[in-house]
């Protein structure tokens, strides 16, 4: 899915809800980086939102800050020492940012991909040992992190963003590989407070989720799906993601104790949840009948008592 934004804090129907399991979500913009021809918001803590951004003339990784006053929204740029294309993909509830970066830039394809941690101002880059490509795509509240490398070029895949061969989870230094059982490729692209970890993975058969935890892997594989994205989870163990129904669409869902719960933006042909906060609150892209697709968060409305 292309995206396109025009403006800051364009709002895009906020009497619009929509029922998921008993839950009524009320959509606004997630918020749009200044000047930006599109944003990609990935998570999201209690107040703020990391994701990148794309410029006609460049683009980078950004972190977005609700100041409280009337709503304002406060952008920061995050811009790794010598990177020329970065990413921001997550955010604990310490304000600790993840993400990765390549220099120069990430196309030409095979670029080597060098993932970082962001606190107060200080990037540290993280690379897991002997790779060439190293994505860090989560983190949880005890710096906890988890991500997806290539140990050779010829092995990642073709994109310009989150390659992987082999998924990881790295705890204060200490890095373990973690590769879904008979796939080719595991990518892990969340972690929460108590271990559980998700991501994807692929095998010839097609492209899945997981949920991983205790040392068990569970598939995640939403019922007649082309294809399955679990992108985030929060301390609720609610986990968010899309998933392909057919040609040119993409609904998003929320899944829990083995049960699916399809999230949409109401009327739209394609709607991509990437992150989810511990009130439920989700973020993401929907896309218009014409045009790039534009940001989202949904926002949970308490619901009366029967």
């Not at 990391?50 to 709503?71: C, H, Q």
């Not at 929907?286 to 790039?292: K, Q």
Request: proline residues 5%.
């Amino acid at each position: 899915m292309k995206i396109l934004t025009t403006g800051v804090g364009l709002v895009l129907a906020l009497a619009v809800l929509v029922a998921a399991s008993g839950t009524q979500y009320r959509f606004s913009s997630s918020g749009n980086y200044p000047g930006a021809v599109y944003t990609i918001p990935i998570a999201l803590n209690s107040r703020q939102i990391v994701g990148y951004y794309v410029t006609v003339a460049s683009g980078g990784s950004y972190v977005e800050t609700l100041t409280g006053v009337k709503g304002a929204r406060h952008f920061l740029t995050i811009t790794p020492p010598g990177s020329g294309t970065s990413y921001a993909s997550g955010i604990n509830a310490q304000g600790v940012i993840v993400g990765w970066y390549c220099i120069g830039g990430c196309n030409p394809y095979p670029a080597a991909e060098h993932g970082y941690t962001w606190d107060q101002g200080k990037f540290t880059t993280i690379d897991y040992p002997g790779a060439m490509s190293t994505g860090v795509y989560g983190i949880n509240d005890f710096g906890q992190i988890v991500g997806g490398f290539c140990p050779y070029s010829i092995l990642c895949a073709d994109d310009d963003g989150n390659p992987s061969q082999h998924a990881f989870i790295e705890d204060h230094g200490v890095f373990t590989q973690l590769d879904f059982p008979g796939a080719f490729v595991t990518q892990a692209n969340a972690i929460n407070d108590a271990g559980q970890i998700v991501g994807t993975y692929e095998t010839l058969q097609g492209l899945y989720s997981f949920l991983y935890q205790n040392g068990e892997y569970t598939r995640i594989a939403v019922p007649h799906a082309v294809r399955t994205f679990a992108t985030a989870i929060n301390n609720r163990g609610v986990v968010a993601g899309s998933y392909e129904g057919g040609y040119i669409t993409s609904h998003s869902f929320l899944y829990q104790n083995g049960e699916f719960t399809t999230v949409d933006f109401p009327g739209r042909r394609a709607t991509a949840i990437s992150g989810i906060n511990d009130a439920g609150i989700i973020i993401g892209n929907w896309a218009p009948s014409v045009g790039f697709d534009l940001t989202f968060k949904g926002v949970p409305i308490s619901q009366p008592t029967p």
